[in-house]
C-alpha cells in the first residue's frame, strides 16, 4: 500500500479563530495533519470585502499562493494586483504581501518550505 495522507482542508483547525481574527478570514495550516517534512501548505479564505488581518514578509523563504475560489488583490510593498480564480503568484522572501477580497471573498492555496521563525508580522500593513 502506497504512502500518503488525505486531509480536508476545512477539517483543518481555523487558526484565525485562536488568533482573534476569525471576522476577516480564516487560516488552516495543513503541515501537520498532512505529516508534510519539507514543504507547508495552507488553506486560506479572506471574506467578502474585507482583507488579511495583517501582511507578512520572510528573511529567506519564497511562497505561491493560488487562488481557488473568488477574487480580489494581492497587495505587494506599495502596490497591488488583481487575481481570480486559477491565478498563481510567486512572492520573493523580501517582499511585504496580504490579500484582499472582492464582494465574492477569496479563497487560496499557499505553499511555501518550512522554516519556523523565517516570518515576520506587520500589523499596520493594510492601514492608510
Known amino acids: ?10 477539517d483543518v483547525d481555523d487558526a484565525a479563530v485562536a488568533g482573534g ?3 476577516v478570514q480564516e487560516a488552516h495550516f495543513a503541515t501537520r495533519a498532512l505529516g508534510l517534512a519539507d514543504l507547508g501548505l495552507s488553506y486560506q479564505v479572506v471574506r467578502p470585502n474585507r482583507h488579511h488581518a495583517f501582511g507578512h514578509r520572510h528573511k529567506e523563504i519564497e511562497e505561491v499562493y493560488v487562488v481557488v475560489g473568488g477574487a480580489g488583490t494581492c497587495r505587494l510593498d506599495d502596490g497591488e494586483v488583481p487575481v481570480k480564480r486559477l491565478d498563481a503568484i510567486r512572492v520573493a522572501p523580501s517582499v511585504t504581501r496580504g490579500f484582499a477580497a472582492s ?26
Open 1 to 10: 500500500m502506497p504512502d500518503y495522507t488525505l486531509v480536508n482542508l476545512a
Open 21 to 23: 481574527f476569525s471576522e
Open 103 to 128: 464582494a465574492e471573498g477569496l479563497e487560496l492555496l499557499v505553499f511555501s518550505p518550512i522554516a519556523p521563525g523565517d516570518a515576520e508580522i506587520v500589523e499596520s500593513f493594510f492601514e492608510g
